[in-house]
């Protein structure tokens, strides 16, 4: 299809997901989208995306809610700790918090502020920016990710980590299929601009020969197996139970193992691997559930 078309169609995020996700797939990847027969990874997520639609899945994907499933699974120990749970921005009270903290959108992605001098920020500013987030909705906002649709919107605050020697959190990110992880990607110094690396590991923690968008990016060093990785795995497994696919994000501080949040979309479906043939290799890992004997789907 015409590329200018497509652009045009996949702005129009009202349309059923029958119609749009092949339009925004194709737009991204080039690639045709077949849901009768998805074979690669980014195929199948937009597979996800139309027809799994277990209602924990808005639990999960809710990155405050998910906390006492976290907790259920292995323990409170695990947690990055809440400092205050907001349904409007007028409700952000920093006389209630310490000078650094975090605050997040627990309904959308990417939508984070971190601060670290609560005496430097402006506050209306920084409620004008979280009203503007409270209303955004976002399976509307990219890509029709199913799990997002019926989060309630609402504001965290948490507690503010370092790591040693990094401008941001080391990200593990372990992609998990069936409860069991067999991949990880790695990312470091996000928000750092240019210095951004993300690279992509076996459980040996040695380094694949894949990256995942056109740029590669690697490491300026090596980077050093975290003394709890074993833990990491174990901890990514008993979280993924019972899931086709998910992608359990993990931090590791000062050798404790934190969890951050899970995703059942990664890239929305649309960010490719390079070279090729591990978009076959990484999708032919996830076997997608039977729709036999399951309710009609009513196309959203």
């Known amino acids: 299809m015409n ?3 497509l652009w045009m169609l996949k702005k129009m ?20 989208l077949d849901f009768d027969n998805p074979v690669e990874f980014n195929q199948k997520i937009q597979w996800y995306k139309r027809f799994y639609r277990p209602r924990i899945l808005n639990t999960l994907i809710d990155k405050y809610a998910v906390k006492e499933y976290v907790k259920d699974k292995i323990g409170e120990e695990y947690l990055i700790k809440t400092l205050g749970v907001y ?3 007028s409700q952000l009270d920093l006389a209630k918090l310490p000078d650094k903290f975090v605050l997040k959108a627990v309904h959308t992605n990417r939508h984070t502020i971190i601060v670290k001098d609560k005496k430097e920020i402006n506050l209306w500013k920084v409620r004008r920016t979280l009203s503007r987030w409270l209303r955004s909705n976002q399976y509307y906002r990219t890509g029709q990710e199913w799990g997002y649709k019926d989060i309630k919107p609402k504001i965290i605050a948490e507690e503010f980590l370092t790591e040693k020697g990094r401008s941001s959190l080391t ?4 992609f998990c299929f069936d409860g ?4 990880l990607e790695i990312h470091m110094d996000r928000g750092a601009g240019d210095n951004y690396k993300r690279e992509i590991y076996d459980l040996d923690f040695n380094r694949l020969p894949v990256s995942k968008g056109k740029k590669i990016d690697v490491f300026l060093a090596t980077i050093e197996k975290p003394s709890n ?12 139970q019972g899931f086709p696919f998910v992608r359990v994000d993990l931090y590791s501080i000062k050798g404790k193992t ?20 591990y978009n076959k290799i990484f999708g032919d890992m996830i076997e997608l559930p039977s729709l036999k004997g399951q309710t009609e789907i009513t196309e959203i």
């Open 229 to 240: 990785f074993d833990e990491m795995i174990e901890v990514a497994k008993k979280i993924s």
């Open 171 to 174: 990200d593990y990110k372990f």
């Open 258 to 277: 934190l969890f951050g949040e899970m995703t059942f979309y990664p890239g929305d479906g649309r960010s490719e691997y390079y070279p090729n043939k």
């Open 3 to 5: 590329r200018t078309l």
């Open 87 to 89: 349904s409007k921005a």
């Open 13 to 32: 995020t009202f349309l059923p997901q029958k119609y749009f996700l092949p339009f925004s797939y194709e737009y991204a990847t080039g690639k045709k």
């Open 180 to 183: 069991n992880p067999k991949y």
